[in-house]
Every structure is written in C-alpha cells, then in structure tokens.
C-alpha cells in the first residue's frame, strides 16, 4: 500500500545526473590518482543511465552515499526543481545534529505495530530498549520486543542495529536492504516533518543541512537476528524508517520490506527509566 504523492522518477534521475555532472567536474579537477577509479565509475553511470533506470538508481546510492558529496565552495543546482545550495547551507552538511536526549543506553519506549493486510489488520504490543549509543558514529544498537502476535504463544524479541542520518555517517538515502532512492523517498516523505526537508534532500545526495537545528531525529533500524521466537512465521527481512521527536521522544515508524505488502506502521512513547525522577529532553534550536 502506498501513501502520500510519489516522487517522478524523471525527477530524481534529472536531479541526480546534475549532480554527478559537478561531481564528474571536480574529479577531472583534482590532481590526485585517487580520484580516477571515481570518475571512470561516473562516466560509466552518466553513459548508461538512461537506457538501465534501475540499475541507474543503485548505482546513484552507491555512489552519492560513499562520496564527500558535494564539497564547499560548489553551488548545486536541482534540475529538477529549480533550488540553488549556496555554500553556507552545503557547510551545513559537515555539522551532525545534537545528541539526543533519549537516545541513551537502558532508554526503553512502549508503544504499537499495526499491520494492515488489505481490509484486515493486526495490532502488536512493542517494547523497543536501547542497548548502546555512539553518537559519532551515527549508530545504535537495541532489543524490539512484541507480543499479542497470531502463531506465537510468547512474545518474540529481535535485536537491531540502527543508523541516524546525520549527514556525515548516514543519509537519507539506504543504498541496501532491497531499497533504492524512490522508496527512500516515498517513505521519508509520509512523516510530516519530512516534507520541508524534501526538495534539498534531493538536490544533495541525501543530505540537508539543516539537520543539526532540525527538532527531529531520523534513523533506520535493522532486525539482524531473533533473540527469541525463532519459530514464529515473522521474518526480518525489511527494516523501519524512523522519525524521533528530540522535545516529546516519541517515534514514529515504518517498517519496508521489498518482498511483503502489508502496511507496517510503528508508534512508540518514551517510558522513565526506574529510578529516575523524570524525563530528560533533547537541546534543540527553533528558528
């Protein structure tokens, strides 16, 4: 089931292509041998884009998630929607946002998954608890634990591996787990907050700038194993995108898997620690 308006593909392609067209100037540009095995792979993408799309796309989020991308000093222009980055927003993509407050060690958030098969749907009761934080990294690690679910007389635990799109480790765009920069796209775009961040997401390779003053936290987490409930008919094949508000830590969630169709959206509250006296809020600059 799909939400929301979809993003043109021609759109994206356009966009991208502009962009590794700069890309494709800088390399020739710099004096430096390693530069050339970068700019053969752009050549051979720009040459064979158009005639393989989907190919094209992968090929895109392999390369725009692993190179420095834009660098400053560039002036980036979206083909396809006509936007200009100037400088101090692409400096912007060099700060990583804040810490945040509930995204610490023992942090446990309670909440639901519903799962919608056509008319029909199933609503799971989820704890999810995090196990280790490294901010710099941009990564997290954790337990998802469910219960009330059909076939399965206990509750079943995975345990995850997460990224938060900070620009600098991770961007909005996956470049793995089946997903390609269209579904990144449609998903991001179904949490509200997403939506002013949209058009400069494009234009930059996955990146925004202002993501270090943004009140919102994206990730995406990654079920690599069962804990318990092996048995179970759930697989783990897709993962979740996420959307954390720094001020009330609440989560929103979908979950993406290439190979299913159900609808899985995910709710969950922040829950106070034992022995702790209240809840700790996340710094967070508000224009």
């Avoid at 002013?196 to 987490?221: D, K, N, P, T």
């Amino acid at each position: 089931m799909q939400t929301g308006q979809q993003p043109s593909i021609v759109g994206v392609r356009r966009a991208l292509q502009g962009q590794l067209r700069l890309l494709q100037t800088e390399l020739r540009g710099r004096e430096r041998q390693s530069g050339a095995t970068e700019l053969a792979e752009v050549d051979v993408i720009l040459a064979g884009g158009e005639e393989t799309p989907l190919l094209f796309q992968r090929q895109l989020n392999r390369v725009l998630g692993s190179f420095p991308f834009p660098s400053p000093g560039f002036w980036v222009s979206d083909r396809a929607t006509g936007t200009t980055l100037s400088p101090a927003q692409q400096q912007g993509f060099k700060a990583p946002p804040e810490p945040c407050a509930f995204l610490q060690l023992g942090q446990r958030f309670e909440g639901r998954q519903r799962v919608k098969h056509g008319s029909k749907g199933e609503h799971w009761n989820v704890t999810v608890t995090i196990q280790g934080v490294t901010h710099a990294m941009g990564r997290l690690c954790g337990t998802l634990e469910a219960y009330n679910i059909p076939d399965s007389e206990r509750p079943v635990t995975t345990f995850f591996e997460g990224e938060i799109v900070d620009n600098v480790n991770h961007t909005f765009f996956t470049s793995e787990y089946g997903a390609c920069i269209e579904s990144d796209l449609r998903h991001w775009s179904r949490f509200k907050t997403f939506q002013a961040l949209r058009r400069e997401v494009m234009a930059s390779g996955g990146r925004h700038s202002g993501l270090a003053r943004h009140r919102h936290v994206y990730m995406r987490w990654k079920e690599r194993f069962f804990v318990e409930g092996c048995e179970c008919r759930l697989t783990i094949a897709g993962f979740y995108y996420l959307c954390l508000d720094r001020i009330t830590g609440a989560i929103e969630g979908l979950y993406f898997d290439p190979s299913s169709t159900p609808d899985q959206q995910l709710t969950l509250e922040p829950q106070q620690a034992a022995g702790d006296e209240g809840l700790a809020f996340g710094h967070v600059d508000i224009a």
